[in-house]
């Protein structure tokens, strides 16, 4: 006897048995369990919104909708079914004297679940007020092979909402809206850009050369071309080549790619908004950073204020601002004399804390130190300015304090949520910090940059005075959701493999 397509699926529990039994016999009576197509005239927030009122010719009106089944009770001779689409749900009334006997039978018993089904039919009132459509046909769209998560239970098991994230989607609906509001987010911030007389640009993911940030790349390999080739890091690289190329106004949503831990705040994979403005510094781009976040807040949310975990965020403009320095005497409460050169190693060792460069030099013991007392603390949006030249090898001096980089950094609930300076467009300024970086690299600094000979020749051609700000909208996202794992924000985060027992 041929064996069942289905037949090397894993071990099956009773419900899946039922459920394949329900499949031959939908066959065995002529019913196609996955039909090509139905026409849909209505989702279920159309009828939600619907009069309940006679058609021109007298006769009521009828729609055609689908949906998922998501509950059932039977009575007798009649049944109510509420079924589930993108805009929400609505309840379905089927009638045996209506349908006919086997019609009826047909569906009580061949119809799960989980079931996609399409239905046509009048709308009208129950006795408590709810409205209903009337099935006078119904034709399955979709068999579930498998059970849905329990209703008043949702899908709870965190690694199953991850791996199977079509299940949460469907049984959860918070999960649902917050994946709807990540996309309006994202919607209201390209067009506040599109409307500032930005332009949208799409980069390469494949880079010869890793760059625009100090992080450890996914490599690859292109068999034609016999070459090592990196995942994007960033795209700040080539994104300052278009300004080279005569777009002064220029963004990209893109996706970066980052081999490094995983965590609540952390996805290998994960999205960024770039954008670059001719003719500014970055305070203007911190001035512009900060009316983004402003507007798309209000715009995802209806307000600037936002719940985020035990705290009331504030988005609403002008945020705080302290250097680098302030901070670690504010906040990280050292005095001015614990963070000079001659003491800082004393401070660090004090805190238990070590540098991966062997060769450190005082700029980089003051970011570590930033990096373990302040962060965490700097709760409502703030940002922090006064960079170290070291830790900052693609932005320019700070005109007013060449010690420093003309850079910020804004952090909200303790992670960094964005990221913005002054372009350095020195070439040969640009070429020397390269050659910096690849120096902290041999001292065993894997993030590093390496030098890029390309972008240095770019550069050469001349970079106007340019402003860039990365955002993190997947953490953004976050705090406008009160989500606090970034998992739960990326549809299909990455995980480890499954392997199969």
């Known amino acids: 006897m041929a064996s069942s397509p289905l037949a090397h699926t894993p071990a099956l529990t009773n419900e899946n048995e039922v459920r394949r039994a329900k499949l031959d016999q939908l066959k065995q009576c002529g019913r196609d369990p996955w039909p090509a197509h139905r026409q849909v005239t209505a989702t279920c927030a159309d009828l939600h919104k619907a009069p309940i009122e006679p058609s021109e010719s007298g006769a009521s009106k009828q729609y055609m909708v689908a949906g998922r089944i998501m509950a059932r009770r039977e009575h007798g001779k009649s049944l109510f079914a509420v079924i589930q689409d993108r ?11 209506t349908l006919g006997e086997s019609n009826f039978h047909d569906f009580t018993s061949l119809i799960d679940i989980g079931d996609i089904v399409w239905f046509t039919g009048p709308l009208f009132l129950t006795k408590t007020g709810e409205k209903t459509i009337e099935a006078l046909e119904w034709t399955l769209l979709s068999k579930s092979l498998h059970p849905l998560p329990e209703k008043h239970h949702g899908l709870s098991n965190v690694e199953q909402r991850y791996r199977q994230r079509y299940l949460d989607l469907i049984s959860n609906p918070e999960s649902h809206q917050k994946f709807l509001t990540r996309s309006k987010s994202i919607q209201h911030i390209r067009n506040f850009l599109l409307n500032k007389d930005f332009v949208e640009v799409e980069t390469p993911i494949l880079h010869p050369i890793p760059g625009g940030a100090a992080a450890r790349p996914f490599v690859t390999h292109h068999n034609a ?32 790619f980052r081999n490094e831990g995983v965590s609540t705040r952390h996805n290998p994979e994960f999205t960024m908004l770039e954008f670059y403005i001719a003719h500014e510094n970055y305070i203007s781009g911190m001035r512009l950073a900060e009316e983004l976040i402003s507007y798309a807040a209000q715009q995802t949310t209806g307000g600037t204020d936002v719940e985020f975990a035990l705290h009331t965020i504030s988005f609403k403009a002008p945020f705080a601002k302290m250097t680098m320095r302030e901070s670690l005497i504010k906040v990280g409460h050292l005095t001015e ?25 005082h700029g980089e013991k003051i970011a570590a130190l930033f990096e373990e ?10 940002f922090i300015t006064g960079y170290p030249l070291e830790t900052s090898p693609l932005a320019k001096q700070d005109e007013n304090d060449p010690s420093v980089a003309a850079r910020f950094e804004l952090f909200v609930a303790g992670m960094e949520l964005a990221n913005g300076y002054t372009e350095l467009n020195d070439p040969i300024d640009q070429a020397k910090r390269f050659k910096q970086q690849t120096a902290a690299r041999d001292g065993g600094d894997t993030e590093a940059h390496l030098y890029d000979a390309e972008f ?14 990365g955002i993190g909208i997947d953490r953004l996202v976050m705090l406008l959701t009160n989500t606090t794992s970034i998992k739960d924000v990326i549809l299909f985060p990455t995980l480890k493999i499954k392997h199969d027992e």
């Open 87 to 97: 805009t929400g749900s609505i309840q379905v009334y089927l009638k045996q004297n």
């Open 225 to 256: 071309l016999d070459s090592k080739f990196f995942l994007r890091i960033a795209p700040e690289l080539y994104l300052k080549r278009l300004v080279i190329g005569g777009f002064e106004r220029v963004f990209e949503i893109n996706r970066n």
């Open 337 to 361: 004399e614990q963070i000079q050169e001659k003491f800082i190693d004393a401070t660090l060792a004090q805190h238990n804390i070590t540098h991966a460069n062997r060769n450190a030099s």
């Open 373 to 382: 007392l302040v962060e965490k603390k700097l709760i409502q949006p703030t």
């Open 456 to 469: 240095v020749h770019a550069l050469e051609y001349g970079l106007p005075p340019t402003a860039g700000v």
